[in-house]
């Protein structure tokens, strides 16, 4: 969005324009309480540079700091507000804030063309640019609990930005995660598509390129995306969703590729083929994949399967209960992931294929194996402890932010605290040591699935029919878990 800062820098450095820097008014004080740091961010028509000024409110941190080393290799020029330069160390890791006093501001410079060229993280499109804030926004090194950080944008005519992040007023609000996690940021000349569903408030950036699906159908498929992710306990497990789709050429399936981002807030890429139709989005799996990620919290590495399995499982389950498609295709599905994970794998077990699945590329047993787990978990909850998964991960959404990282012992442990069980601590040990992919033939059977002729056929006087019929069915959330606060 455009907009113009609350705040003007005493002097633009003249290496940041190019000319001799204008006189302009003094800069307000920075408010908020020790700690705050408030930014204004600048690029140019090109998006070639990128300049911000960084205000602090009472005593300023001892540094500010890079989320990764690609961020030192683009920074270019760090100048205080009289224009004289900073000195950086040798490695760039840092900018010393030792000179600096309550209210200064710090203005530094970044090559966002080195950053394209270093990192895998941004793309250009015709004039437009998706970056991570990983290689833009320097963090103070300390921040307190009681810290405000904000940012605001001064932007080219007709140029609009599009993040993740609250806003309140001409500004957005920076939590946390905005300082250790990757975020999307867009800078793009096609304004940003903003509506509400199942109470979410939705921005959807679009990247140039071609699309047969026009704007009215992206905001019907993120919508229905969204609504459906809120069938799994009655609400949508944020208050924002921000999308960034982008056109990815000619393809089989309507969808190439997605990715979630946390870092500010929830922020979701969709990769889209050219030829999908709304019909065809709304039917896809990827986007609810995707936003199913967000009613889990982040997890190690070697624990990915876990939350790569329970996305999987519920982007099958959702789309059924949303009426998105038939009871049958989604454990057509589920058969046929099954039969692609046990094909796959370096007999590893699957805690360290999880952990190494980038290097080995065994991604379908990771993600699989996972899915396996999660069904499999469902039935025993369901069966021996009264409960659902649904209400295990409903019931945790407060615990989630408590730690940035979670492991699988301590979340299993939750949930049979949560079911009064001790059901899956042990399932989830028995799943990440296994070196072969779960056999899945008994339980499907109980469940009353299987195929025949090549189509799934269902079984209703199977033992466990009832059970797959309610994992199938959608169900009205509680007044208590429908009024549970979400996360921003």
């Known amino acids: 969005m455009s907009m113009r800062s609350a705040w003007i820098p005493t002097v633009l450095v003249a290496a940041w324009l190019g000319c001799a820097a204008p006189q302009l008014p003094a800069p307000e004080r920075a408010a908020g309480p020790g700690g705050s740091a408030h930014y204004h961010v600048r690029v140019d028509e090109s998006l070639s540079t990128l300049w911000a000024e960084v205000c602090f409110a009472g005593e300023p941190p001892s540094a500010m700091v890079p989320l990764g ?36 501001c710090l203005h530094y410079e970044v090559d966002l063309l080195a950053a394209n060229r270093q990192s895998r993280m941004t793309l250009r499109r015709r004039g437009d640019l998706l970056i991570t804030q990983a290689l833009w926004l320097w963090a103070p090194s300390q921040r307190p609990d009681t810290a405000v950080c904000s940012v605001a944008f001064e932007l080219p005519l007709g140029m609009y930005a599009s993040v993740p992040w609250a806003r309140e007023g001409d500004r957005y609000l920076l939590d946390e995660s905005a300082f250790r996690t990757a975020g999307n940021t867009v800078f793009t000349f096609q304004e940003p598509r903003r509506f509400e569903r199942a109470g979410v408030a939705i921005e959807v950036a679009r990247l140039p390129g071609p699309l047969e699906a026009d704007g009215e159908d992206l905001e019907a498929w993120i ?70 990620h967000l009613t889990m919290p982040l997890m190690r590495g070697e624990d990915a399967w876990v939350s790569e399995g329970v996305a999987t499982y519920y982007q099958e389950v959702l789309q059924v209960r949303a009426g998105n498609q038939p009871e049958e295709e989604a454990w057509a599905a589920l058969l046929e992931g099954f ?123 199977a033992p466990l029919a009832h059970v797959r019929r309610a994992i199938m069915s959608p169900l009205p959330a509680s007044p208590h878990e429908r009024d549970r606060p979400r996360k921003n």
Not at 72 to 81: E, H, K
């Open 339 to 461: 039969g692609r994970g046990a094909t796959v794998g370096t007999r590893r077990t699957l805690a360290d294929e999880a952990e190494e699945m980038h290097e080995t590329g065994a991604y379908r047993r990771v993600y699989w194996a996972g899915t396996a787990f999660a069904l499999e978990a469902d039935v025993a909850l369901r069966t021996e402890a009264g409960v659902s998964l649904d209400q295990m991960i409903s019931r945790s959404q407060g615990a989630w932010p408590r730690r940035q990282t979670w492991q699988r012992g301590a979340m299993m442990h939750r949930f049979d605290r949560l079911a009064g069980s001790d059901l899956l601590v042990p399932l989830a040990e028995r799943f990440a040591d296994e070196r072969e992919f779960p056999a899945m033939g008994e339980l499907l059977g109980r469940l009353g699935v299987s195929m025949v002729r090549g189509r799934v056929v269902l079984a209703d006087d």
């Open 223 to 292: 919508g229905a995306a969204t609504e459906a992710v809120a069938g799994l306990y009655g609400t949508f497990p944020r208050d924002r969703l921000h999308v960034v789709v982008v056109p990815a050429g000619p393809g089989r399936s309507p969808v190439a590729f997605g990715l979630v981002r946390r870092g500010g807030g929830a922020s979701v890429m969709l990769l889209v083929h050219e030829q999908a139709s709304r019909r065809e989005l709304v039917a896809d799996w990827t986007a609810v994949h995707e936003l199913s």
């Open 69 to 104: 080393s690609e961020a030192s290799q683009a920074l270019v020029q760090v100048y205080d507000s009289e224009g004289v330069e900073v000195p950086l160390p040798a490695d760039r890791r840092r900018i010393p804030l030792a000179r600096f006093g309550p209210g200064d």
